[in-house]
């Protein structure tokens, strides 16, 4: 199994191998640098007999174009970078959450030692800001399991010239539904309710949400549950929830 995290870097350079390795240590994995690094290449051993590569490369070719979401690196940031990092883990075990967990701190110690302005697991499909990936990684480690924040992208859309919309990337990978939400561009509380309703399907296994019934953010508000295809053209039907505030 290979498990993959990108990290956008301001400028190119590679971590000092002694730092990563005390980072991963603080964060309570066992890591050792082999030896015959070079300008372009680290290859580190866990004591699970997993491995961790990390390369430097060119700029991204493809962060410009990607998604953006409200945890992203703005598109001027995205810009200055002048380099990025493929980090490869080999034999992570666990299940998708168990290894994106530790992943994301691998990540975590490698983002500690270099110019990073984001980063992404392979699954994701925006770059966070590299700050906020780092400290919600750190968080997975202490809670046992990665917070949703990085786990599931959340992404922004126009629908209209008064509504916007929210969609969710990563809840199937976690064996749950993708989230649409559409609400007023000049409403109030939206984003913090998806983040809501993803935490909650994330850590209730038992939750499901029936077409028909209906959902809300207080005791009066009554938001009904839509099954509809996903708008961006690919993979199950999603969860649609309608704000009109």
Not at 154 to 163: G, L, N
Not at 219 to 239: D, F, H, S, W, Y
Request: hydrophobic share 45%.
């Amino acid at each position: 199994m290979i498990d993959l995290a990108f990290v956008l870097l301001r400028e190119p350079g590679l971590p000092d191998p002694a730092a990563v390795v005390a980072s991963a240590r603080s964060l309570g994995i066992a890591l050792t640098a082999d030896p015959g690094a070079d300008a372009v290449t680290q290859a580190y051993s866990l004591a699970d007999d997993a491995s961790l590569i990390v390369a430097l490369m060119p700029p991204h070719p493809d962060a410009g174009d990607m998604p953006t979401g409200p945890t992203s690196v703005p598109p001027d940031g995205v810009a200055a970078c002048r380099a990025h990092l493929i980090v490869t883990a080999q034999g992570l075990t666990g299940d998708e959450m168990a290894r994106d967990t530790r992943m994301a701190a691998l990540t975590a110690a490698v983002i500690d030692h270099v110019p990073a302005v984001g980063a992404m697991l392979g699954h994701g499909v925006v770059f966070h800001k590299a700050a906020l990936f780092g400290d919600m990684a750190k968080l997975g480690v202490e809670q046992g399991a990665l917070p949703s924040e990085i786990a599931v992208d959340i992404t922004a859309a126009r629908e209209s010239e008064t509504r916007m919309s929210f969609l969710s990337h990563g809840m199937v990978r976690y064996g749950r539904e993708e989230f649409y939400v559409t609400c007023p561009i000049q409403g109030k509380g939206a984003l913090d309710f998806v983040f809501g309703m993803v935490r909650w399907l994330l850590t209730d296994r038992t939750k499901h949400l029936p077409t028909g019934d209906t959902v809300g953010r207080s005791a009066t508000e009554k938001l009904l549950i839509q099954r509809v295809p996903n708008p961006t053209g690919r993979g199950p039907a999603v969860i649609r929830l309608d704000l009109a505030s």
